[in-house]
């Protein structure tokens, strides 16, 4: 990576302009040329760096479509968030309703009149894909399937799921049952991020599990590149006749997470090749680059009127950046710094911006801060200093 400092005070914006320029046509290499990305026998796709958010590949990633299954995601999100919230416990025993033992389609085969542990019905939802562990939680959580699916379209909207509705907590066909693979991939970042501990149970190839006094019956996950590739971790398949073959993957390598979501294929075989064709794109030819660390002094800058007349100035959390593959080091890094600065300083308080570029494009613009708090000098300390300023002001003019 390239570090370059300008003051604001010493080039005027023309100027800063134009010594990037100068600078970015001695540095840099050609542009890395990135190959298109395949097409998927699918009715949307999408592919997205987890860490950053990039959208690296993507077809009507907004169509509405029904999600059988894979409205699970959210199900198990929100009971992981009452675990987190302490509202709920794992071991918590779940009384099951007629309701629930009699859900039709993928089951746990839990048992009406009887209780079953937050962390098995969570399992049975995840692993097994099971509609009456499914209906159990929500109505455990919410008293009433109905008044889970409220709590679930307001976990939407926060996530800024803006073009899902949901109906259920199972995927059960239903009019205006839908979202987006947009959504979804939205959602799969909420849940590898807000709940690391619960989305390592995506992971897991099988659950057993047997209602009391009937025998033990193992299932497998249904996400067959859990048993193809040692890279993919999650997350969720679905499946109805009005959806197809739908499947929500997430795979990290050498330290890079991606997420894909293709919905809408023939087959069990397909969902999962199609799926493969994304992550194998994604990892051949694109990198998560963390561009700027957080806590890293970036530049240190004159502080007058203070008890000290430096500071370090850094950035408060990480700058990640998805960068095509072998391009880390051709970045760009700029700080620019506030003319006059003076104390008091408060940590964290912004003193300029910093700008990461790639081949001459702007990839990322963050504030520049105080990366430690400047106390206020004595009387005679900040008037000498005011003389300073203000003969440094006379003669630069």
Request: hydrophobic share 40%; glycine share 8%; net charge negative.
């Amino acid at each position: 990576m390239v570090f370059l400092h300008t003051p604001k005070y010493v080039c005027s914006k023309l100027f800063s302009l134009a010594c990037v320029l100068l600078i970015s046509q001695s540095v840099f290499s050609a542009p890395v040329i990135i190959p298109a990305p395949p097409q998927l026998a699918a009715s949307s796709y999408i592919l997205v760096d987890a860490n950053t958010g990039k959208i690296l590949v993507e077809q009507n990633s907004h169509q509405k479509l029904p999600p059988a299954s894979l409205t699970k995601m959210m199900t198990s999100y929100i009971v992981s968030d009452e675990i987190y919230n302490d509202h709920i416990q794992p071991t918590d025993m779940v009384p099951i309703s007629v309701k629930a033992w009699r859900m039709g389609g993928s089951k746990m085969f839990v048992r009406e009149g009887t209780e079953v542990p937050v962390e098995e019905l969570l399992r049975g939802v995840i692993v097994q894909s099971g509609n009456d562990a499914s209906v159990a939680l929500a109505e455990y959580v919410a008293g009433s399937e109905s008044a889970f699916v409220d709590v679930m379209n307001q976990q939407a909207q926060l996530l800024g799921m803006n073009s899902t509705h949901f109906k259920n907590a199972t995927g059960w066909p239903a009019a205006g049952h839908e979202t987006t693979a947009y959504d979804l991939s939205l959602l799969a970042r909420a849940l590898i991020n807000d709940h690391p501990a619960h989305y390592a149970i995506y992971s897991e190839h099988e659950f057993t599990y047997g209602a009391p006094g009937e025998k033990p019956i193992t299932q497998i996950n249904r996400n067959a590149l859990l048993f193809r590739d040692k890279s993919v971790d999650g997350i969720k398949t679905g499946h109805t006749e009005a959806a197809g073959f739908c499947l929500v993957a997430s795979a990290v390598r050498d330290g890079m997470r991606l997420i894909s979501v293709v919905m809408g294929t023939k087959s069990d075989d397909a969902r999962a090749e199609e799926s493969q064709k994304l992550l194998s794109y994604g990892f051949r030819y694109y990198e998560t680059a963390n561009a700027v660390k957080a806590g890293d002094e970036l530049v240190s800058a004159r502080v007058w009127s203070g008890k000290q007349d430096q500071v370090g100035l850094g950035v408060k959390s990480d700058v990640a950046l998805t960068v095509p593959r072998g391009s880390t080091e051709e970045l760009q890094i700029q700080t620019l710094v506030d003319g006059t600065i003076k104390a008091p300083i408060e940590q964290y308080q912004p003193l300029g911006k910093v700008v990461v570029s790639l081949d001459g494009e702007v990839l990322a613009e963050q504030p520049l801060l105080a990366l430690e708090p400047v106390a206020q000098a004595g009387f005679f300390a900040r008037l000498w200093d005011a003389i300073k300023l203000f003969f440094l002001g006379f003669f630069s003019s």
